[in-house]
Nanobody, 125 residues
């Protein structure tokens, strides 16, 4: 079974940084993309970033562009989300997801085929 495990959340002061990790196991396909999402209380889930497995291309939502960076360590089957210049509006539960086929990445954020458990990020002084 495909499993995703997100980690790295926590409490950080405004202006601070955090790096989230998404460890992926059990997949065998070459064409997929990993996305990072978040959901704040009372708000809809928001797609933040994605990375295509086919060419490594990455995309970002306007709300995080220039502050967040998605990367991967293929040897560890792990995708990271480096988050800088965090502000209280970034407080949310963050999720990673995997969807087979990478053509969606950069155009929209559909429902994923697999989800990791969320990790809480709280930005507060």
């Amino acid at each position: 079974d495909v499993q995703l495990q997100a980690s790295g959340g926590g409490l950080v002061q405004p202006g601070g940084s955090l790096t989230l990790s998404c460890a992926v196991s059990g997949f065998t396909f070459d064409d997929y993309a990993i996305g990072w999402f978040r959901q704040a209380p009372g708000k809809e889930r928001e797609g933040l970033s994605c990375r295509s497995s086919t060419d490594g291309s990455t995309y970002y939502a306007d709300s995080v562009k220039g502050r967040f960076t998605i990367s991967s360590d293929n040897a560890k089957n792990t995708v990271y989300l480096q988050m800088n210049s965090l502000n209280p509006e970034d407080t949310a539960v963050y999720y990673c997801g995997l969807k087979y086929g990478s053509s969606w990445c950069g155009y929209h954020y559909p429902n994923m085929d697999y989800w990791g458990k969320g990790t809480q990020v709280t930005v507060s002084s």
